[in-house]
């Protein structure tokens, strides 16, 4: 994607107020990084990573990530860096994962020291919920996804004589308000025991058919 | 099927949770997976544009801009964007002819800008798109159009011509203010005795020189009218050559145009054919001719199909040998290579010396790469071969007023 600055000859000053999209994208990457950040460090990793390095230096170098993005005139809050907060905070999901402990003790039979030792740390986080910090960065994502489309949008149209400030201004508000109002409901509506009691083996070729499905659409 | 940006993103987010959650067997990214989905449920509402008024100001003309406004109404809920389509010959050269609007119950729209028509017709502008979409831009983009009743003549500006140069040695006056038709009205100036021909009336017999010459007689008398005026307009492919404003068919066209108001303002009959196109107008005098002459101009297209001058020749031959007409050609000569068409109206027109036959070729400046240097010696040849058979030529090199040209006389022995 390219900023405004590359195609400013074209965009007439009424366009001005486009250059917003991009900072306010950048306030929500950096509140979503900051999130992302206080996710890993609740989580167990954080013991044995912090054996090896100095962690505190992660703030000043994930919090300027948006800012380089930005000065290569790019989307502050791509989805490389979306991806790259969600595999931070994994931690704590690790923590309730069926699967990490299948591989531990898969592990277990090679060096049972080191498997005792990670079921030791990661085990004892099982009680922490990442959920309301994933989910903070997951709604600043979406929004700042919706902000940028719509700034897209209002530039192509800046750029071919439409005046579109009503249309983009509107645009952010309304996505604004739908998602947060969304956002508020969310942890409410999942908090309800919803887990289906159906067969184990039933979920698992449902769980094998979305992932093969989600699989392919991804690579799409 | 197009997939629409947001609804990618919102579905790659999407997918990319699910996946890591069902991965990691983690309940919370696979109910965070929902969250971007959510949004892709917001449905495009149905929106209601109506057209309120609408005017167009001036713009009659190739390069003349005109004005259009038009003011609707939208009601409903969601992104409305209204485009008052404009044809591929036309540019914009104030405001938008497309407005786009958040609307929430209801909302004013307006459409004002200014646009130059770059090439001569009729064109209708009485389309407007309309698509409507949800206020994320995901889901399906309704689209529409209405019309409103606007349209647009455009011509080519004729450029008025004072006088149109002649051709001094060989003919005192092929083209002179004053020369008379050979058909027509007889008029009351009488001309010369000649003997008697059927179809002649009987109450032109001069008797007593009948009883003189012991033969039947008639007095023949000048017909009212001016000559005729008979223009060959090449729009074979090659003619398309050229941008978009400025090609050759559209300077032959402005050729045609300029000499048909000169000679029918003069009294003249001018006809016309469209090479390539073998279509052809009777000639006529008067406004009214020069009306038809414009319409019939406004329609031409560079042809398909490709046909010689010879051709065209010979199917206006009957109509060239009743009128005896200064013909012209208008052409580009490297490419019809007009010799033996010229040769043959020369001397179907000839009386005497006289050859009231001219060629107008254009050309334009191409640079001095060795296709463009091969042209212009065959052109050169050509030139040279017509103006050897006592046929005038005049050479258009485009950009230069056509006025000058046409004035510019031609000196040859």
Known sequence: MKLLSEKKGRVRLGGSYLLIGPVINLMLAEIAAYFALLAFFKSPTIVILSKYFALQLLYPVILSIPIILLILRKNPFSFALFYFLILLSIGNLLARSELFYASLDALYLKSPELASYLNSIFSSAKHVSALNLLLNIVWLFVLSQLIWISTEKGREMEERGMSSRNLVVFQWGFAFVVTYFIFLLYPLVFSINLAPQAPLILIGIIGGGVFIVAAFLLTR | MKIRKGTYVLVKTSMFLLVLGILLTSYELVALSVFPVLFLLTPTLPLRVKVLGHE???????????????????????????????????????????????????????????????????????????????????????????????????????????????????????????????????????????????????????????????????????????????????????????????????????????LSYYYTHRGYRVGLYVVGHRRYLYPDTGRRQFRRMVDELIRVEPSETHESMEEAFENSKTLLITYKPLIYFITRIEYSKPVRAVLKASKVSRRGRLAPVEVITLTMDGGNDFPEKAIGILRKSLEARIRSAGVKLTVWELGRPLSQILLKEVLYA
Do not use: C
Request: glycine content about 8%; overall charge positive.
């Open chain 2, 56 to 258: 167009l100001e001036g713009g009659r003309y190739v390069g003349e801009d005109f004005r259009v406004s038009i003011s609707m109404t939208a009601s409903g809920f969601g992104v409305v964007k209204v485009m008052h389509k404009l044809p591929e010959h036309f540019e914009l050269s104030e405001g938008s002819n497309a407005v786009a609007r958040f609307v929430i119950g209801s909302s004013r729209l307006e459409i004002d800008y200014r646009a130059i028509p770059t090439k001569r017709g009729k064109y209708s502008l009485e389309k407007l798109v309309i698509q409507v979409e949800n206020p994320f831009l995901t889901g399906k983009l309704f689209v529409r159009e209405i019309e409103v009743p606007l349209e647009v003549e455009v011509k080519q500006k004729v450029p008025k011509l004072i006088k149109i140069g002649v051709h001094r040695g060989i003919a005192r006056s092929p083209t002179p203010d004053v020369d008379v038709s050979k058909i027509g009205v007889p008029g009351t100036d009488f001309r010369e005795i000649r003997e008697y021909v059927s179809g002649d009336p009987v109450k032109f017999i001069n008797w007593k020189a009948s009883a003189r010459k012991n033969d039947v007689m008639v007095n023949q008398y000048e017909v009212e009218g001016k000559k005729s005026v008979w223009i060959f307009l090449d729009a074979n492919p090659y003619m398309k050559h050229g941008e978009l404003i400025r090609n050759y068919l559209e300077a032959a066209i402005e050729v045609a145009n300029a």
